[in-house]
């Protein structure tokens, strides 16, 4: 079992700035890949950002140039930047991970409970 808890959300006014975290802890294989999503009133989850273990990061179209995954592979986290925050951007955000098993060659995936993240002025 994988634990993901993340960080960092709030309150911030449109143009604003926050950064999520999201730790792992548990029984960690590899962990491939780890990414954000998030999940709006109304609407259903959806990918927002990822890293991969080996560096290759993703985007959705909606938050490309302004928001920024980061992972530390080591301590088994992954960031999230947001910069220029918009009114669209209020959700409950989400860490996910997918965990890969070598002993039993299988991977298994895991969420984090959720932050909320409100822009609003």
């Known amino acids: 079992q994988v634990h993901l808890v993340e960080s960092g959300g709030g309150l911030v006014q449109p143009g604003g700035s926050m950064r999520l975290s999201c730790t792992a802890s548990g029984n960690i294989g590899t962990i491939n890949p780890m990414n954000w999503y998030r999940q709006a009133p109304g609407k259903q989850r959806e990918f927002v950002a990822g890293?991969?273990?080996?560096?290759?990061?993703n985007y959705a179209d909606s938050v490309k140039g302004r928001f920024t995954v980061s992972r530390d592979n080591a301590k088994n986290t992954l960031a999230l930047q947001m910069n220029n925050l918009e009114p669209d951007d209020t959700a409950v955000y989400y860490c996910y991970a997918a965990v890969y098993y070598s002993d039993s060659d299988t991977v298994l995936e895991f969420w984090g409970q959720g932050t909320q993240v409100t822009v609003s002025s």
């Open positions: 890293k991969m273990s080996g560096g290759s990061t």
